[in-house]
């Protein structure tokens, strides 16, 4: 009514003095404002269906929506899929931890899951199953875990609606993130997968732990690699990490500071894991102790590489048994989060460990025990070490895992060599036969 009343004065205003509108002037008058006033309501409206289009949209797209969008057929969802997630993370003791395993079907992840299931953990593993290396091995890992009652779901880190969704199925207790672009190398060939899983998969995992409640503790693994070009020996957790050798130890660098911003800001807790050079049994094939046995027994040269000045090339080979005994123990002493929703309450535990063996070995021992354990002479080729990321040496200080984890490496490197050999000519002649190797 305001704006009519506005109108009719105006229509009274004579438009020079002395002299006052017509009646046709006064209607093309008002025909024009309620012209105007209709264009406003036209584009208002138009305004108004845009923004509810996009509300409906973010809706559909949402966590709470997604699980509707998903229907048995596809590679996760449904009841059935509900009850294998629900049974693999049921804890069969009361004081046992509830955790997803990312990486599951990973080297680390594998050995991590089936330690935590034998002591009465529940545990659902997740892995996507990329092709770094052969997928078989993956696969073959993925039946051991099957057999043991460990579910692994197919899934990528990145997906942060599958992320929700596994959050809304189990109440986790505990998140071991073992999930990641593994090598130094292959860093130069394809740098945007690294950077994909290492820190952007890493950052939604915390997004989705952090909206959580309540919030999961979090133990994941860093590398030793961190400490790039430090000269200084033992390597301690209170050394510089600020001169990475490689893209890969840049990502995990990353990973560190990015996870101590969410243990400030959200009040996660989180433990770092800096694994020094792990080997064994269901090991990565990309590893220099894996790929040597392989080419020693098919009679193919191996390269030995060599620091400046003929230098020896070393490394604290750490078996994969006492890793998993370092991640157990720092799941154990994982003090609870302290946020919720989102939200920080108080201060959060924020821990960095190194886990190696303190032994470094020079590769060339290496080389040594294998020709003694396969009875085969290796033929090898002794090169420069190029510049493509690999340091001279690790040598890790492990005093500070020893008094907080009691964290007790056992294994030398001959020892976990024989239980390796074991395996790999087993696995490798199982494989033969199946065509899968």
């Given amino acids: 009514m305001s704006q009519l009343k506005t109108v009719s004065h105006i229509d009274d205003i004579p438009s020079t003095p002395g002299k006052f509108k017509s009646d046709k002037s006064s209607y093309i008058h008002r025909l024009r404002i309620y012209s105007t006033l209709s264009k406003l309501t036209l584009w208002s409206s138009f305004f108004l269906i845009f923004v509810l289009f996009f509300v409906f949209l973010s809706r559909t797209t949402s966590p709470a929506a997604a699980p509707n969008r998903r229907a048995l057929g596809d590679s996760w969802g449904g ?17 046992g931890f509830t955790v997803l395993v990312t990486g599951a079907a990973g080297f680390v992840g594998t050995h991590v899951s089936l330690a935590l299931k034998r002591r009465g953990d529940g545990v659902l593993g997740l892995d996507n199953f990329n092709r770094y290396y052969d997928p078989n091995l993956k696969r073959a890992r993925q039946k051991l875990l099957d057999r043991a009652g460990v579910f692994i779901v197919e899934g990528d880190i990145n997906d942060s609606v599958l992320l929700h969704k596994l959050f809304d199925v189990v109440m986790f207790t505990h998140v071991m993130h073992l999930a990641a672009q593994a090598g130094v190398r292959y860093a130069m060939q394809n740098p945007n997968s690294y950077v994909h899983s290492n820190i952007a998969g890493f950052v939604n995992l915390l997004e989705v732990c952090k909206s959580a409640n309540p919030q999961p503790a979090i133990v994941w ?15 301690s957790e209170k050394d510089r990490t600020d001169q990475p050798a490689s893209l890969y130890a840049a990502t995990k660098k990353a990973g560190e500071e990015i996870a101590h911003t969410y243990n400030h800001i959200y009040g996660l807790s989180i433990t770092g894991l800096r694994f020094f050079t792990v080997y064994g049994p269901w090991g990565r094939p990309d590893m220099a102790y894996f790929f040597f046995t392989k080419d020693i027994l098919k009679g193919k040269q191996i390269t030995i590489f060599e620091a400046p000045g003929h230098g020896t090339v070393a490394r604290d080979f750490t078996y994969i048994d006492d890793i998993v005994k370092g991640c157990l123990g720092a799941l ?33 021992e290496l080389v040594r025990i294998l020709e003694k354990l396969l009875k085969v002479k290796a033929k090898k080729k002794l090169l420069p070490m190029p510049r493509n990321g690999d340091v001279k040496f690790t040598h890790a200080n492990i005093s500070l895992a020893h008094s ?3 964290y007790r490496p056992t294994t030398n490197l001959e020892t976990g060599l024989r239980k390796f050999v074991q395996w790999y000519l087993e696995y490798s002649s199982g494989s033969k036969k199946k065509s899968s190797w």
């Fill in 221 to 235: 693994a860093s590398s030793s690699s961190v400490y790039g070009l430090n000269s200084k020996v033992p390597f």
């Fill in 79 to 95: 009841s059935d899929w509900e009850k294998r997630v629900s049974k693999s993370a049921r804890r069969s003791t009361a004081s």
């Fill in 404 to 406: 907080e984890l009691g």
């Fill in 332 to 364: 154990d002493t994982a003090k609870k989060s302290t946020g919720s929703g989102g939200k920080k309450k108080g201060a959060a535990q924020f821990r960095i460990f190194n886990l190696g063996n303190t032994s470094p070995v020079p590769v060339s």
